[in-house]
């Protein structure tokens, strides 16, 4: 666990900084690819520069990368470690379990998914590309994954179940069973309160985005993940509410609901609920720094350099599509977490 500790620590050092993102961020699409050339994506831009240019090359080459780079410290993390590793790095299958449903039931063509999301360059996708390729139905697709935990949760629901009520699902397995796999493997408590933690962010995003759906109170309580540190009675009060000082004044009634900011993240919300989901993730980053370095020789360093790796992987895909759709540099870097 130290020798892995250090070595995610020396990862993280590595990163890209704010202020090399920023001056990222005054370059043009082309300079920016020729720049995180520089940062460790050389291998992964050369693999795709014969079939993609521009936004779409940078873009394919940092998914492969992140995904290497997952592989890469999955090797040198051991025993109880590797498993709570392992555990949080699984939700980005459940994220591709979930593009691939969606591919489906939106007819495209494995050629075209292949093209435009999950690359075959990248051999970790040949599994999603057969499922595409192969299945012609949602019920097609869950049957290609069973023998997986993501096919486990999808064939416990009834056949005519539609692709919202399958995605849900999977959010609800992977926590539940991610809270379940870590409080058997040793770990440290902190990790299940991060992810207990995480858990009640993703019920407080669904219950704004539901409220601004018209979502009525008995479906919104429906797709509450369990496992959170917000308990059953006030987000069923929540669920209820009609507008969103209604919903936060309900959330204010949990012990574990830190409403630090939130007025002024709701009132900016008025176009997205962008405002309101950066002040989440800001939180759980705060939480996420303090535990690792509180907790120097634990899996807290590990799960924190991949954090950080993944918040790199995504400002750098916002520049240049922001670059590529014309966005001036402030509202990109508005968007950006920096």
Known sequence: MANASARAKARKASLIDSTRMRQLLQQSPDAIGTSIAEFGYRSELDLYASRYSGADLIEAALNHNLDSDFDSVLRFCQGDLKSMVAVYVERFSYQN??????????????????????PEENLNNNYWLDIVRNCNTLGDAVNAMSGTPWGLALSKLDADSNLQQMEDALDSSYYNDAIASIRGSGCHPLLVRYIRNEIDHRNI?????GLRQGIVGEDRDSIMIHGGKIDRAALKA??????????????RRAPSFDDTGFEEALQASSISLDPVVTLLQEQRRNMMRRFAYLN??????????IESKVLEVQNIRLLVRGKAAGLSDEVIEAHMNL
């Open 238 to 251: 929540a669920s209820q509410a009609e507008s969103n000082e209604a919903l936060l004044e309900a959330l």
């Open 296 to 305: 120097p020789i634990s899996a807290f360093p590990v799960i924190h350099y």
């Open 205 to 209: 995003i669904n219950q704004f985005r």
């Open 97 to 118: 379990a979930k593009t691939v449903l969606r591919a489906i039931h939106s007819g495209a063509s494995v050629e075209m998914v292949s093209s435009e999301v999950l």
